[in-house]
Structures are given as structure tokens and as C-alpha cells.
């Protein structure tokens, strides 16, 4: 099984309703933290030693899926295209830097700040793709996270000349015309909205 579509798109991006949809379109399985044992926090030897800078057979840890998005996998959205490069990178974006935030400030920092308590044991992997992320200890600050946002989305679009750039209001379309599928009849499954985390 080959990985088809490298999702390069950050969490609160429409990462879980990509899942779902590119799930249905592709007909396997696809890779995002909820679908991790162990996330947020231990993510398994493989990612953590993605995480670590080590080598990563990323073939082997892809072998399950037909597409990855999210975190961990859109952290190593260039290893993964470098791997697949028959692959569609898909960027899911906000409409901006201060919503994005917004939906993460309500949703994943209050579980990545948990693990800041001084007897906290249960692993750091989202400790540690936050500090990859923003390249600092410092990354509870929404300048920094925004910034770091921008950043991202900033090398993805200028890295990959065919990327399918995609907000989640875009719909089935873009993606089934790109993976040249058809539409669906259902609707576009929008999944883990704000209002769901609790």
C-alpha cells in the first residue's frame, strides 16, 4: 500500500474531517493522531524517533494508510513527500493565523499545558512537536504560535509546485478533482468542531 495524499496541514486545520473524507474516497486507512495509541502524549518508538531527529523508515511506518494528516505525520510533511513522491500534498488551512490559535487555544494547548506540571509522567510527544514546531521552549505565547503558522504554511506553498492548498469549506471538490475520484452524494463530513471538545 502506497501513501497517496501527504496532508501538510497543522491541527485545527479540518485534519479530522480530511480524515474521514479522504478515508471513504481512498478506501483505507488514514494516519492522524486520534487514530495513534497512546497520542497526544506517546506517540510509539517510530514517531518518537522521527521526533528524536533519528532515522525513520517511513515506509514502514506508513504501511497501514493511504493518506496521513495532522500531527505527527504533517510535522514531517517533507521526509513523507520525499518518500511518496507520487503523493498529492495537501495544505488544510484557516482562513487565518489569529483563528487558527483561536481553535487551538480551546481545544489542544489546554491538554499540551498538563504535561507542564513538574510530576507530570506521562510522556511529551506533544510537548515536543509543539517546541519543533515553533523552535522554542517559549511556544505558549500566541505571537509565537501564529508566527510559527504562518511560517509553515509559507514553506509548504513554496516548496511544492502541485500542492492542492484547502480550507475546509472547500468541500469534496478540489480533492476528488485532484485525486481525479468522483464526488460523493453524501455530505463533506465536518467532524471535531470546537464545540465538541470538552
Not at 77 to 86: H, I, M, N, Q, V
Not at 101 to 123: F, I, K, Q
Request: charge should be negative; include cysteine.
Amino acid at each position: 500500500m502506497a501513501l497517496r495524499v501527504v496532508g501538510a496541514g497543522l491541527p485545527r486545520t479540518g485534519t479530522s474531517s480530511l480524515r474521514r473524507a479522504l478515508e471513504h474516497l481512498l478506501g483505507g486507512k488514514c494516519c492522524h493522531m486520534s487514530a495513534l495509541p497512546g497520542h497526544p502524549f506517546n506517540l510509539g518508538a517510530g514517531w518518537g524517533s522521527a521526533l528524536a531527529g533519528k532515522p525513520t523508515d517511513w515506509h514502514g511506518l506508513m504501511a497501514d494508510y493511504v493518506a496521513a494528516v495532522d500531527w505527527p505525520a504533517s510535522m514531517f510533511w517533507r521526509e513523507l513527500r520525499t518518500a511518496y513522491p507520487d503523493a498529492l500534498v495537501l495544505l488544510s488551512s484557516r482562513d487565518s493565523a489569529q483563528t487558527w490559535w483561536e481553535s487551538m487555544n480551546a481545544t489542544v494547548l489546554p491538554v499540551a499545558r498538563e504535561a507542564l506540571a513538574p510530576d507530570w509522567s506521562e510522556g511529551r510527544d506533544l510537548i515536543t512537536l509543539l517546541e519543533r514546531f515553533t523552535g522554542t521552549t517559549a511556544w505558549d505565547d500566541p505571537a509565537v504560535l501564529m508566527a510559527a503558522y504562518e511560517r509553515h504554511n509559507a514553506a509548504v506553498r513554496q516548496a511544492v509546485p502541485h500542492l492542492l492548498d484547502w480550507q475546509a469549506t472547500d468541500g469534496w471538490e478540489p480533492i476528488c478533482r485532484t485525486l481525479n475520484v468522483p464526488v460523493p452524494a453524501m455530505p463533506f463530513p465536518h467532524t471535531n468542531r470546537r464545540e465538541d471538545w470538552g
